[in-house]
């Protein structure tokens, strides 16, 4: 039976967890545990209807609350964390999106600096079809209306950071955090490279479905029921943030410019098809250039995502992780 974490939903915003680091456990799992619990949305449920709007009923600094951290028993600087995704479930029958004041890809933001006013905020409730798994997109300045698929996910996935350093929730990095990639659905593994003992590993910010890229920066929120297996790899460093699922191996690189998130992803692709299939560095940046697929995880984070996808069916026989995903899978 999995472990039940259960968070107050009660509880006062203020008191939540919207780091990467500088916080006390709130449980601790040991290697090879299930754990059970459920995630707030990025608004910690304050945004309910099309007529809430953000900026008047949260505090921006109360923004995408994580559930956790958890202390994993024996996790050291070095190992690496693995995390296998057994199901990913809205809690609730609904979701939203909106528009936020100097935030997504298509606005000023703070960093990009311009004279213009914010972009009208304006707040999209999304009814959520359970059986049918559905999502009900509805035009606020219009009477279109569309069904698309459900596709859960978790925008925020991570660890604590090296150094002692505590990070926002909104920034994703090399400790994983707000990558916002709909690759991080279930039947993943997420692997984690573990900076601080114990690992301090948390969750959150889920998605009833997302488009790569998450253009305005706020896709359908929702809050959300999740059971992952937590394990570690031992003396097996991980340097930026990797997935695997059944069909594809995955790296993460998060920066800015976009170029350069670019880079780190299949700079790290490079390097473990390398390791992987004993083959030059060389030989790999050219295999990965003729097969790689690059889907954009977010520009819309304080720093933005990249991620390289890889097909296992052209590696032939290899397993990531000595076999790691699929050992995780079976116990599903």
């Not at 609904?94 to 009208?120: D, E, K, Y």
């Not at 990558?179 to 009833?208: I, K, W």
């Not at 995955?250 to 920066?255: A, D, F």
């Not at 670019?262 to 097969?291: C, G, K, P």
Request: aromatic fraction near 8%.
């Amino acid at each position: 039976m999995p472990i039940r974490y259960e968070p107050d939903p009660e509880a006062d915003p203020a008191g939540l967890t919207y780091t990467f680091g500088g916080v006390e456990p709130v449980a601790s799992l040991a290697p090879g545990s299930a754990l059970s619990t459920w995630t707030f949305d990025c608004f910690g449920g304050r945004v309910r209807s099309a007529s809430d709007v953000v900026s008047e009923v949260c505090d921006p600094a109360y923004l995408n609350p994580q559930t956790g951290p958890f202390f994993i028993e024996g996790a050291e600087p070095g190992d690496t964390l693995a995390v296998h995704f057994v199901s990913i479930e809205p809690r609730e029958a609904w979701g939203v999106s909106a528009n936020v004041p100097f935030f997504g890809s298509l606005t000023a933001t703070p960093t990009t600096a311009m004279l213009h006013p914010a972009l009208p905020e304006r707040t999209w409730y999304y009814e959520l079809d359970l059986e049918d798994r559905l999502v009900r997109y509805e035009a606020v300045d219009s009477t279109f209306a569309l069904d698309l698929p459900l596709d859960p996910m978790h925008g925020t996935v991570g660890v604590a950071p090296p150094l002692g350093e505590a990070r926002s929730s909104l920034t994703p990095g090399s400790w994983g955090g707000n990558m916002d990639t709909p690759e991080m659905r279930a039947g993943v593994t997420c692997y984690l490279g573990v900076n601080v003992e114990g690992a301090m590993f948390s969750l959150g910010d889920g998605h009833a479905r997302q488009g790569e890229g998450e253009t305005c920066g706020v896709a359908v929120e929702t809050a959300m029921d999740t059971v992952v297996i937590v394990d570690l790899v031992k003396g097996v460093p991980t340097v930026w943030p990797r997935i695997e699922s059944d069909t594809h191996i995955v790296s993460t690189g998060s920066t800015k410019p976009l170029e350069d998130a670019f880079r780190i992803a299949h700079t790290e692709m490079v390097r473990w098809l390398a390791q992987l299939l004993r083959i030059s560095e060389m030989d790999s940046y050219q295999l990965v250039s003729q097969i790689a697929l690059s889907p954009v995880a977010n520009v819309c984070d304080t720093v933005y995502t990249m991620v390289c996808k890889v097909p296992k069916s052209m590696l032939g026989d290899v397993g990531a992780y000595s076999g790691k995903h699929a050992e995780l899978a079976r116990l599903r």
